[in-house]
């Protein structure tokens, strides 16, 4: 699977990939739902036609699109489509479809134009379908796009232990996303056995690979106290413009987000469990109150027939 922590520029680029697919699996959804709303009429299962003047139907799609993405972003459905399970992408897909059904509705609302409810349904049901179908595929169709339009990303790891095996295995599973795995830094003999066979060589060897290989980055899985040692390596890759990673596993049981500040020149590594990012607390806040108001204002009907009916079958207050 593809790491965001790892791979920040991929992983920007399988957003967007997804995003561009929302907009045109949504835009697809809308015409279908729309034409098959359009053929029910002459079926007699409607007592009016149904019928959207172009403008508004293209505002109607135009709102649909952008809602459909902005709330995939919101529950963060892109940031595990390519590596969650069916289940998963089933769950999170209905619960998106849900949302943006019911952002529709409110627009329409909103505008003041009545929206047949059943065009409504078969628009959520017909994304949700489409949309499931193109993520159960998203690694094979990201990969494809990858083979033709993009080039191979070539790692080599330091390190052979079980820290190192497990980044190598974490690479080779991201092979559909063009990352290739070199081989192994390290001092001692042998080679490593993974899904394929890698060579592990010495760090003498390290200035002569940067010459003969293209090698894009250099990743360090060493223990903590093995890094100081090998300030020459992180010398010498920053030396040839090759970026360089480590991977963070000094505290394996801290379940926390990891982050980078600076303060002045000094770098500071941050660990938080709960959320930073103000912007997306407040977006999150304003969703939740606007989405409360109008189930409020949708139920607000039948609350107050039940208030009423408990009122005139029971004593004392509702």
Same mark, same amino acid.
């Given at each position: ?23 045109? *699996? ?13 053929? *029910? ?68 609302? *909103? ?208």
């Amino acid at each position: 699977m593809l790491s965001r922590g790892m791979f920040s520029r991929q992983y920007r680029k399988v957003k967007v990939i997804f995003g561009l697919s929302d907009l045109l *699996l949504t835009s697809l959804a809308f015409v279908a739902a729309y034409q098959t709303r359009f053929l *029910l009429n002459s079926t007699g299962l409607f007592h009016w036609v149904f019928y959207i003047d172009f403008p508004f139907a293209a505002l109607l799609l135009i709102l649909s699109a952008v809602c459909w993405v902005a709330i995939g972003y919101w529950l963060q459905v892109y940031e595990k489509l390519d590596s969650a399970h069916p289940r998963t992408i089933l769950r999170d897909t209905f619960h998106q479809c849900a949302l943006g059904a019911m952002a529709l509705v409110i627009g329409e609302f *909103l505008l003041r134009r009545d929206l047949s409810r059943f065009f409504v349904l078969l628009f959520a049901a017909y994304a949700w379908v489409l949309l499931c179908l193109f993520r159960m595929n998203a690694a094979r169709v990201i990969g494809l796009l990858r083979t033709e339009f993009g080039k191979a990303h070539f790692i080599l790891v330091v390190g052979s232990g079980e820290p190192a095996r497990r980044l190598g295995e974490a690479l080779e599973k991201s092979s559909d996303y063009g990352i290739r795995l070199l081989g192994f830094l390290d001092d001692e003999p042998g080679q490593v056995q993974l899904s394929r066979t890698y060579a592990r060589y010495p760090f003498p060897r390290l200035p002569g690979l940067l010459r003969q290989h293209v090698i894009d980055e250099v990743i360090f899985a060493v223990d903590s106290n093995k890094l100081g040692q090998l300030e020459d390596v992180f010398l010498l890759c920053d030396e040839q413009g090759v970026r360089t990673r480590v991977v963070l596993n000094f505290f394996p049981h801290v379940n926390s987000k990891v982050y980078l500040d600076q303060l002045d020149a000094l770098p500071l590594l941050t660990f938080s469990a709960a959320p930073h990012d103000e912007i997306r607390l407040l977006a999150k806040r304003a969703t939740d109150v606007l989405l409360a108001a109008a189930a409020l204002f949708l139920l607000f009907p039948f609350m107050a027939a039940i208030a009423l009916l408990i009122r005139l079958t029971s004593p004392g207050p509702v």
